[in-house]
């Protein structure tokens, strides 16, 4: 039963004609080995388990990972069961260790967490990779608890295979408006005047509080109820990889990864066990095609959250 929408509810659903239509894109994890233009602007159908030892040697620019965390989770069909932290950390191990030998000498990898999975994800990938930094952003949804502080924070664990790699600091770089707007001899400094409005562009830091999570009036919103926004993924896209670079995701889910892949010019892969959801995924990728837009992303900037709406009211 399709679930009943508000008017104005814009969260992605697929017809029957649409899910024949994009399951002949898909790839069906078999036997066989798969060849790197076989999998190239590929989602692959099935269990990362039985489809990682498939893939070829050194296909991938940059790996991005939103696995399951630690939590009893419900994912459409499949569900996740919490585990001991320690269990957790074998679970990790048994697939990130396989992604080695996937990796470019000079490729990046970033894994999500939360604050509960984040210890694991640590001691696991501290044995692969050079750790580089720890991500924290805002995830600002929820009502909150009577009894303990709001958990709205997750992490992203920034890992490199050596000290050869990408990082883009002007892609990456945050647009936000200057509210006590300070000169030097009578100049700007630091900042500059647009539309009789003031903003500064600044380095980007590990804190992210610029993000707005997909919710049902957003278009690129779906039913994944882990899905992340398409602003997040692209601030790492844009510092960890260059145009024509392969971005892999092996959790691919509603297809976040894929479609700012393809909006900023770069090939993706990736795997996904849910067949609804690569379908999905499909579908925004077909969308694409024709709107290039990233919430918060625009003219090459990324700007600060409600900065540009306040800037166009004015």
Known sequence: ???????????????????????????????????????????????????????????????????????HKKFNLATFKKMDNDKYAEWLDLWISKTIRLLKPNASVYICGDWKSSPAIYTVAEKHFKINNRITWEREKGRGAKSNWKNCSEDIWFCTLSDNFTFNVEDVKIKRQVLAPYKENGKPKDWVSVEKENFRTTFPSNIWTDITVPFWSMPENTDHPTQKPEKLVAKIILASSNPGDLVFDPFMGSGTTAVVAKKLGRKYAGIELDFDYCCIAEKRLKLAEENKKIQGYEDGVFWERNTIRNKKKK
Do not use: C, H, W
Not at 24 to 53: E, H, M, R, V, W
């Open 1 to 71: 039963m399709q679930k009943k929408r508000a008017p104005l509810n814009r969260t992605l659903t697929l017809t029957k004609l649409e899910i024949s239509e994009f399951r002949k894109n898909l790839i069906n994890a078999q036997d066989k080995p798969l060849k790197s233009d076989q999998i190239g602007n590929k989602i692959i159908n099935g269990d990362i388990f039985k489809t990682i030892d498939l893939l070829p040697n050194k296909f991938i620019d940059l790996l991005f990972v939103d696995p399951p965390y630690n939590l």
